[in-house]
Nanobody, 125 residues
Framework: QVQFVESGGGLVQPGGSLRLSCTAS????????????MAWYRQAPGKQRELVAG???????NYADAVKGRFTISRDDAKNTVYLQMNSLKREDTAVYYC???????????????WGQGTQVTVSS
C-alpha cells in the first residue's frame, strides 16, 4: 500500500520561507508515481482540511487563492517526491500540511482515505 511521508516543516517568522517535501513509497516504483496527480492540503486548529496546491501527472498546477503567488508546487518523479516551496509566509499559513493523491476533475478531492503524519508549519514572530 502506498504511503506518504511529509517533511520540512518548522517554525518560521512572518515573511520567511520553507520547502516541504512529500515522498511516496510502497508500490510506486517503476514509474507508477509519475501517473499520480498529487496535492498538498493543510489543516489549521479548529478548521477543516483544505486544498493548498495540486499538480497533475503532466505538471499542470493549481493553487488556492490564499497562496497564489507565494507558494509553488513541483515534483520529481525520479524521487517519487512532490515539493511545496512556501515564500512570504503569513501567520494564517500556520497548519499541519499533508500530501495525498488527488483527483483534479473532482475539485482536487483526495484519492485515498488515509493520510501521512503531516508536517507542522508554524509562522510566528
Amino acid at each position: 500500500q502506498v504511503q506518504f511521508v511529509e517533511s520540512g516543516g518548522g517554525l518560521v517568522q512572518p515573511g520567511g520561507s520553507l520547502r516541504l517535501s512529500c515522498t511516496a513509497s510502497g508500490g510506486v516504483s517503476g514509474g507508477v508515481f509519475s501517473i499520480y496527480n498529487m496535492a498538498w492540503y493543510r489543516q489549521a486548529p479548529g478548521k477543516q482540511r483544505e486544498l493548498v496546491a495540486g499538480i497533475t501527472s503532466g505538471g499542470t498546477t493549481n493553487y488556492a487563492d490564499a497562496v497564489k503567488g507565494r507558494f509553488t508546487i513541483s515534483r520529481d518523479d525520479a524521487k517519487n517526491t512532490v515539493y511545496l516551496q512556501m515564500n512570504s509566509l503569513k501567520r494564517e499559513d500556520t497548519a499541519v500540511y499533508y500530501c495525498n493523491r488527488a483527483t483534479p476533475s473532482s475539485g482536487w478531492a483526495v484519492r485515498y482515505d488515509f493520510w501521512g503524519q503531516g508536517t507542522q508549519v508554524t509562522v510566528s514572530s
